[in-house]
Nanobody, 126 residues
């Protein structure tokens, strides 16, 4: 069983930055694709970013226009999401997710992830 705990959310003004962290309690973290998704009020969950096991492959939602950056530290069992140039429309609950160890997945598809965190709220004021 994998437990994921997100942190780093909060209230920020438009144009500001936040860094989200997701700590994973598992011995298999270094073999797991990780993803970030978000759910805004009244909207469906959407893909934000994903990263492969080694961190050499990163993937982003096209709509982000390069404002976010995903990274991971396998020694710390942690994945990060740097949010820059935040906009009010980025307001959402952000979820960390993990795929089964050693599996190749469609990194943008939420159904491909086995484990999910409880989410962290990001609120961007105008």
């Amino acid at each position: 069983q994998v437990q994921l705990v997100e942190s780093g959310g909060g209230l920020v003004q438009a144009g500001g930055s936040l860094r989200l962290s997701c700590a994973a309690s598992t011995r298999t973290f270094s073999r797991q694709t990780m993803g970030w998704f978000r759910r805004a009020p009244g909207k469906e969950r959407e893909f934000v970013a994903g990263i492969n096991w080694t961190g050499t492959g990163t993937y982003y939602a096209d709509s982000l226009q390069g404002r976010f950056a995903i990274s991971r530290d396998n020694a710390k069992n942690t994945v990060y999401l740097q949010l820059n140039s935040l906009k009010p429309e980025d307001t959402a609950v952000y979820y960390c997710s993990a795929a089964l160890p050693g599996t190749a997945i469609n990194i943008r598809a939420p159904g491909q992830y086995k484990y999910w965190g409880q989410g962290t709220q990001v609120t961007v004021s105008s």
